[in-house]
């Protein structure tokens, strides 16, 4: 008996199981990484998209029509800066900021943009584990570009004087940022071998790559308009000045001949 009982295997400590028991698995990148108290979405990948793009499409569609009919003076460049802004607001201060305020309860949201962040995690898994670089970038985001964006749609619609060096001010740092988020993404990837992102293609290609250039190709634009326009203004004031001082001296020679004369 004394021998079957020495033979038995030494129990198994209590904390080792409950850890592994609380271990949940998750499909993000890199493996192992933790997500406090992960849950899986609720709603599939088409939902989500479909709930997300009927929710800005309703969005661009009340502005698009509050735009003619309170501006039918803008023209369509300027209707789509618009429409432009209106969606950087909505996506820089309520998405994004849902983000900044919620990111150490990201794992088990249900709600939608919850839901949409943990899809979008797929590409991008610093968004569950609050990377202090993405929550800086995107709490300065939402709080500066956000509203902001805002002020740019009424700056827009009245034709205000500051339009173009606040145009420029925000798409400069829209730019500067997805930079700067590409860049410590790629870093870590080559330097430390360290991958956020899943495998397949679609999550790196769509979610991380095309999702976020949008953010520099039309700011991009927005930049070089407000760069040739201030230009253009700067360079026509040059002018009018340069045509002031012409006539002021033509005056001034004529007003000279005149007392020579008299």
């Known amino acids: 008996m004394n021998f079957f009982k020495s033979a038995q295997p030494p129990p198994i400590p209590a ?52 735009a003619t009919k309170f501006a039918p003076h803008l023209k369509a460049s300027d209707q789509l800066a618009v429409l ?8 820089h201060f309520f ?5 900044s305020y919620n990111h ?31 929550l800086c970038m995107e709490t300065i985001t939402a709080i500066f570009w956000g509203p902001l964006s805002f002020v740019m749609v009424y700056f827009i619609i009245t034709s205000h004087r500051y339009r173009y060096p606040l ?29 956020y992102c899943r495998p397949e293609a679609y999550y790196f290609w769509f979610y991380f790559f095309f999702m976020n250039f949008i953010w520099i190709v039309i700011p991009s634009s927005l930049l070089y308009d407000s760069i040739r326009t201030t230009g253009k203004a700067f360079k026509a004031l040059e002018r009018m000045s340069n045509s002031l001082k012409t006539n002021g001296v033509s005056q001034k020679s004529t007003a000279n001949g005149h007392i020579k004369n008299a």
């Not at 890199?30 to 499409?57: C, H, M, R, W």
């Not at 432009?84 to 996506?91: N, T």
């Not at 990201?106 to 584990?129: C, I, N, V």
Request: aromatic letters at 16%.
């Open 95 to 99: 998405f994004e900021g849902y983000f």
């Open 15 to 66: 904390e080792p199981v409950a850890e592994a028991l609380n271990h949940t698995v998750h499909p993000f990148y890199p493996l192992g990484v933790e997500i406090v108290n992960y849950l899986a979405n609720e709603k599939d990948v088409i939902q989500l998209l479909t709930s997300f793009a009927s929710l800005v499409g309703s969005i661009l569609l009340v502005s698009w029509y509050g």
């Open 167 to 195: 145009q420029a001010i925000v798409s400069l740092g829209q730019i500067y940022g997805d930079v700067l988020y590409y860049a410590t993404c790629l870093f870590d990837h080559y330097h430390k071998s360290l991958s």
């Open 84 to 91: 432009w802004f209106v969606l950087c607001g909505m996506i």
């Open 104 to 134: 150490t309860r990201m794992g088990p949201a249900q709600d939608l943009f919850g839901q949409l962040w943990k899809e979008y995690a797929l590409s991008d898994s610093r968004y569950l584990t609050s990377d202090p670089f993405v």
